[in-house]
């Protein structure tokens, strides 16, 4: 995948995407949803949450900030 676009995994895994790709990985800005409720808002780099983003999770509570390589 490489442009904007959106990918459903196997409902084993519940995951979705929808946002930039390049060359196959999660690139630029999008939104990842897990099957257990969690939201990632914001930027990825290489398949992985980089940069500023926003975490929110099924309780309720929210992380705003920077991440690099996923953390």
Do not use: A, Q
């Not at 930039?20 to 630029?28: I, L, P, R, V």
């Amino acid at each position: 995948p490489h442009g904007f676009g959106e990918k459903l995994w196997p409902r084993s895994e519940g995951k979705v995407y929808k946002g930039y790709w390049h060359k196959g990985s999660m690139h630029g800005r999008g939104e990842l949803t897990l099957c257990e409720g969690e939201v990632y808002l914001g930027e990825f780099k290489n398949g992985f949450p980089n940069g500023r983003g926003i975490r929110k999770w099924k309780n309720g509570d929210l992380y705003e900030g920077d991440y690099i390589n996923g953390f």
